[in-house]
């Protein structure tokens, strides 16, 4: 199957700063990403999916300028967490699908950010 | 809006053994597909098995099965012969084929294969 990288697996930042995490598909273009928020022991929320070259939609109560996606290229996505708090510290998913025709979406390793 | 439902959180199952994990959605629409991710400690989602929902012929990707129960909206996933590796947490997934693609996920059910 695809693969799709994400990075840093995990990352410690002090509360007040800004962090990005890098989703990068490896041997395919992807055409949509999608960024989803995982709890301890629950399930993933959808945050936001982004389209290459447009903007992305969020879903609703996701702040849009706290949690800013770029998705520049048909490889690669980002997801800047900016003026992290303790509350944003959670487990980060990336996938990525290849086409509106294609129905599997490709998962990235997961970001464990913690915030201190 | 879709929902999903996993009424299950927590399943045990000796090796060996055969478990079933259930899941059940809600949605208004009729071109859509089903999944089963499974998300092992390593945290990493894994696809087991996938289901068009136009197809009435259940799905099989070797010791996994599904039994998709259109009309009672229901897609319960068979784990035969469970193998200690088979550990992990299962999440039930609905995907709009129309509506962006995106998958909505069920809470998930924590399945632990005893030795």
């Known amino acids: 199957g695809a693969v799709v990288s994400q990075h840093p697996s995990w990352v410690i930042c002090k509360s007040g700063t800004s962090v990005k995490i890098e989703c990068r598909s490896l041997d395919f273009q992807a055409t949509t990403m999608f960024w989803y928020r995982q709890f301890p022991k629950q399930s993933l929320m959808l945050m936001a999916t982004s389209n290459e070259g447009s903007k992305a939609t969020y879903e609703q109560g996701v702040e849009k300028d706290k949690f800013l996606i770029n998705h520049a290229s048909l490889t690669l996505s980002t997801l800047t967490v900016t003026s992290a708090h303790p509350e944003d510290s959670s487990f980060y998913i990336c996938?990525?699908?290849?086409?509106?025709?294609?129905?599997?979406?490709?998962f990235g390793q997961g970001t464990r950010l913690t915030v201190v | 809006a879709q929902t999903v439902t996993q009424s299950q959180p927590e399943m045990s199952v000796q090796e060996a053994e055969t478990v079933t994990l259930s899941c059940t959605y809600d949605?208004?629409?009729?071109?859509?597909?089903l999944f089963w991710y499974k998300q092992p400690p390593s945290r990493q989602m894994i696809l087991v098995i996938r289901?068009?929902?136009?197809?009435?012929q259940n799905a099989t990707e070797n010791r996994f099965s599904v039994n998709f129960q259109k009309a009672a909206k229901s897609f319960s996933l068979k784990i035969s012969d469970s193998q200690l590796g088979d550990t992990a947490m299962y999440f039930c997934?609905?995907?709009?084929?129309?509506?962006?693609?995106?998958?909505?996920f069920g809470g998930g059910t924590r399945l632990m294969v005893k030795p």
């Open positions: 289901q068009e929902a136009y197809k009435q």
């Open positions: 949605t208004s629409e009729n071109n859509y597909y």
């Open positions: 996938s990525a699908r290849s086409g509106q025709g294609t129905t599997e979406a490709f």
């Open positions: 997934a609905f995907m709009n084929y129309n509506a962006g693609n995106m998958l909505t």
